[in-house]
């Protein structure tokens, strides 16, 4: 009788694991995945990073940084192979396209385009995700990962950088990559 009692505790364990876990595909996971592939530029910055010497954060600011606790840069730079990079551009449309992720904005034309999403809630987003495509340069992914970011102060925080309050030189290297300038 022990013997079947630890027997079908043991099922159902295993069952409960399987169960719980994942195997979905998500944005973290791709991610995660791409750290260690060359053909991918990656970019992770503490926000704490982004305020520069001369800042002057009201306190408002400040506490909008301070919701914002890391940024993912992925990009995948079209360097000839335009089959690899529609396979990479369709898995990370895949994953974007799963409910839990909620448009906030779409804009652009047949060669390049810009989404944006977010998980949470619509006035406390905890994920804020910029997808930018372009069918001769390639696509990068953005990611602000934050508690409670409210999309007001998101905006309130983009001043920043054009009062040349946040030190943006980080990300100077992907403007490269794109032949875009950015200012900072």
């Keep these: 009788m022990i013997t079947i009692v630890k027997y079908t505790v043991g099922l159902a364990l295993v069952a409960l694991s399987m169960i719980s876990c994942n195997s979905e595909p998500s944005l973290q996971k791709y991610l995660v995945e791409k750290q260690d592939d060359d053909k991918f530029m990656k970019i992770d910055l503490a926000t704490s990073l982004l305020q520069g010497e001369n800042s002057?954060?009201?306190?408002?600011?400040?506490?909008?940084?301070?919701?914002?606790?890391?940024?993912?840069?992925?990009?995948?730079?079209?360097?000839?192979?335009q089959a690899e990079y529609e396979?990479?551009?369709?898995?990370?449309?895949?994953?974007l396209s799963n409910e839990k992720y909620q448009t906030l904005m779409k804009m652009g034309s047949n060669k390049s385009g810009a989404t944006l999403k977010y998980t949470g809630e619509e006035e406390a987003i905890d994920e804020?995700?910029?997808?930018?495509?372009?069918?001769?340069?390639?696509?990068?992914?953005?990611?602000?990962?934050?508690?409670?970011?409210?999309?007001?102060?998101?905006?309130?925080?983009?001043?920043?950088?054009?009062?040349?309050?946040?030190?943006?030189?980080?990300?100077?290297?992907?403007?490269?990559?794109?032949?875009?300038?950015?200012?900072y």
């Design 87 to 95: 396979v990479e551009r369709k898995k990370v449309l895949a994953i």
């Design 128 to 183: 804020l995700i910029v997808f930018a495509s372009d069918t001769e340069k390639g696509f990068a992914i953005f990611r602000l990962i934050g508690d409670n970011m409210e999309p007001d102060d998101l905006v309130k925080l983009m001043t920043s950088i054009d009062k040349g309050d946040m030190d943006v030189s980080q990300l100077k290297s992907l403007g490269n990559m794109f032949d875009m300038k950015i200012e």
């Design 56 to 81: 002057t954060f009201t306190e408002e600011e400040q506490n909008v940084l301070n919701s914002v606790k890391k940024i993912n840069v992925v990009a995948y730079p079209l360097k000839g192979d």
